[in-house]
């Protein structure tokens, strides 16, 4: 039985010597480059080192190894055809018929605190050449990026002497599924354009959820080989698998919390939207507050906290249902209280958010926009009444929420809890209604009010003088401007504009 010919150059070698050992045992001879020649050699294997294939040296610190026609005519000639098989003879080029290559790690460096020219020496060059000439060439090589497909190829050698076509087809795709995200990660660390060209991608698969929005919704989570955000590197310190929509409410629950970075903040989400946002001077202070902001809709929420939670949150905490608590640290007796919830999730955040961009899918399409994170540093007075220190700070409070809230968007707030939270109303008066009527229900002081957007109408201003909101704040814009200004005047309520809407659809 003549020789099969697999090519090896890795860089993750677990598993590799077992599998490298079953195929010598089937008459392969293995070809290797570098480290992957040495570590097959110490471990008893009779590898070839590629320049006694290419009969050219390795130069250009490596760089140039296996760019080679002995190397690409080998993976590249197509069996079935005469004439290829007679141009790889008269050229002494070998087949090669199993391609077994992990790309240099571009991935887990492109992040990392090094220079652009030490980042640029993990791109690999060599690598994807070979999986890409072996891959289109899959009715005759067998191509292996992930060592998990090692048993799979194992076993069908064992059992038929060779891969599947089935087998190869897939592989081939894995192949251009990989080099597809690892050239689109190269490009967005190289490229300065905002909006290129072509929309690249590069997200790997951390795992398959149960379902997704819904249970007949089949879902899976990718986090991002370019970007290091909060939903990233999190760490599951108990409770059930996350969800889909445990997934979602968790980015804008964090978020949230992080725009309030030099207070303690508490936010509480449920179906992707804060029903309760505080912020206080203890961890058992700002919870308490932010539960007190709802404490029906609360009820299966997720909690998210800026702070580290100790042991008489954790109590407090377990008095409710909730399907996930995450913050950026637990004492060791809050970790132990909330542990006895078996089913809670505990979630310790690790990064802040740092999504520049966000890109919501259309059928047919994507479309992609900056990420608001910003806030107007020119906000101005625009009523013959000045809100006073405090009502100032409590209507940046409410600002802060109002942009986590679907648009139509009010938060009415008394400047340390969201008292109220009207959103994804089609018209604003109506947000607004719901929005100061929770809040009356739960607070009997001074409270202002917050919008995401401008008032087409003086409706809003008129409404929140008879229910008593003492001061406002609103993007402004509208044509009907001055009505709105005037109604304020004529009630004698402050109110502010910030020149910036914050619209969340």
């Known amino acids: 039985m003549s020789k099969k010919r697999a090519l090896i150059s890795v860089s993750d070698k677990s598993g590799l010597i077992d599998f490298a050992r079953f195929l010598e045992e089937q ?58 098989m007679s141009t790889v003879q008269q050229h002494g080029i070998g087949l090669i018929d199993m391609v077994i290559v992990n790309l240099y790690p571009f991935f887990e460096n492109a992040n990392a605190d090094i220079s652009l020219n030490e980042k640029v020496e993990f791109i690999d060059i060599g690598g994807p050449s070979m999986l890409r000439s072996g891959a289109k060439n899959f009715n005759s090589v067998t191509v292996i990026t992930d060592v998990q497909d090692y048993a799979l190829v194992q076993q069908e050698i064992a059992e038929n002497g060779n891969t599947t076509s089935e087998t190869r087809k897939n592989l081939a795709g894995k192949v251009f599924n990989l080099t597809a995200a690892y050239d689109a990660a190269i490009s967005r660390m190289l490229l300065d354009e905002e909006y290129p060209q072509y929309l690249n991608a590069s997200y790997k698969k951390v795992s398959d959820l149960r379902y997704g929005e819904n249970p007949h919704q089949s879902a899976a989570f990718y986090a991002s080989t370019t970007e290091n955000g909060a939903m990233k590197d999190f760490e599951i310190l108990g409770g059930k698998e996350l969800s889909f929509n445990n997934l979602r409410d968790m980015d804008l629950c964090w978020k949230v919390v992080n725009e309030f970075k030099d207070e303690m903040a508490c936010c509480a989400v449920k179906h992707s939207t804060p029903c309760g946002v505080a912020v206080g001077t203890s961890a058992l202070e700002t919870y308490t507050k932010t539960f007190e902001c709802d404490p029906v809709s609360i009820f299966g929420g997720i909690i998210g906290m800026n702070f580290k939670v100790d042991a008489a949150t954790a109590e407090e905490l377990n008095k409710t249902f909730l399907e996930i608590v995450m913050a950026p640290d637990f004492d060791e007796d809050a970790l132990e209280i909330l542990k006895k919830k078996k089913n809670l999730r505990i979630i310790k955040i690790k990064n802040a958010v740092s999504d520049a961009q966000t890109w919501v899918k259309v059928d047919g399409g994507i479309l992609v926009q900056g990420s608001d994170s910003e806030f107007s540093d020119k906000i101005e007075t625009v009523t013959s009444a000045k809100p006073s220190a405090e009502q100032e700070k409590a209507l940046l409070f409410a600002q802060r929420v109002v942009k986590y809230v679907k648009s139509n968007a009010i938060v009415v707030s008394n400047g340390v809890q969201a008292l109220g939270i009207g959103g994804g109303q089609v018209n604003r008066i109506w947000a607004t209604e719901h929005a100061v009527q929770r809040a009356k229900e739960k607070f009997q002081g001074d409270l202002v009010l917050a919008s995401d957007a401008f008032f087409p109408f003086r409706d809003v201003v008129d409404y929140c003088a008879a229910e008593g909101i003492k001061a406002i704040i609103q993007p402004g814009g509208s044509m009907r401007d001055e009505d709105s200004i005037t109604a304020a005047n004529e009630h004698g309520i402050p109110m502010m504009f910030t020149g910036m809407r914050h619209f969340f659809h």
């Open 27 to 84: 008459n392969y001879e293995l070809v290797s480059t570098g480290g992957t020649f040495k570590h097959l050699k110490e471990a008893g294997l009779s590898p070839v080192q590629i320049d006694e294939v290419t009969e050219f040296p390795e130069m250009l610190d490596g760089r140039v190894k296996t760019l080679h026609p002995k190397v690409h005519g080998g993976l590249l000639a197509v069996r079935s055809s005469e004439e290829h």
